[in-house]
């Protein structure tokens, strides 16, 4: 079995065109702990300059990142992916303030 899990951010504008920072992290399942990717990476893994139209588009406006740390199968977390304007304020994932659109799973 595969013990690799991936986590991948969509972003999409309402209207015209954008270039976008995109930033992903992995959290408890409270959502107030980072667990991946860690203190290294304080605003999380950024993906930067990506383009991001309204749907529907033929343009991929996704990525996949992997998930480097051994998870504890069974248990709970939160993907947060946080899309900011290209060379805007990056996140800090570490402060309870940060807003990101969150996702929970439970790894396998």
Same mark, same amino acid.
């Given at each position: 079995?595969?013990?690799? /899990? ?6 999409? $504008?309402? *209207?015209?065109?954008? /270039?976008?920072?995109?930033?992903? &992290? /992995?959290?408890?399942? $409270? ?6 990717? !860690? ?7 950024? *993906? ?13 406006? &996704? #990525?996949?990142?992997?998930? !480097? #740390?051994? +998870?504890?199968?069974?248990? #709970?977390? %939160? ?6 304007? %290209?060379? !805007?304020? #990056? ?10 659109? %969150? +996702? !929970?799973?439970?790894?396998?």
């Amino acid at each position: 079995m595969d013990d690799r /899990l991936y986590m991948n951010a969509e972003w999409r $504008t309402t *209207s015209g065109s954008a /270039l976008v920072d995109v930033y992903i &992290w /992995l959290e408890d399942a $409270t959502g107030q702990e980072v667990v991946y990717p !860690g203190t290294s990476m304080p605003n999380g893994m950024p *993906s930067y300059n990506m383009a991001a139209w309204p749907t529907p588009q033929i343009h991929p406006q &996704w #990525k996949e990142y992997p998930v !480097g #740390k051994a +998870l504890v199968h069974g248990e #709970k977390y %939160q993907v947060s992916v946080s899309v900011r304007e %290209q060379g !805007g304020a #990056k996140p800090n994932i570490f402060s309870p303030a940060v807003q990101g659109n %969150q +996702l !929970g799973i439970v790894y396998p």
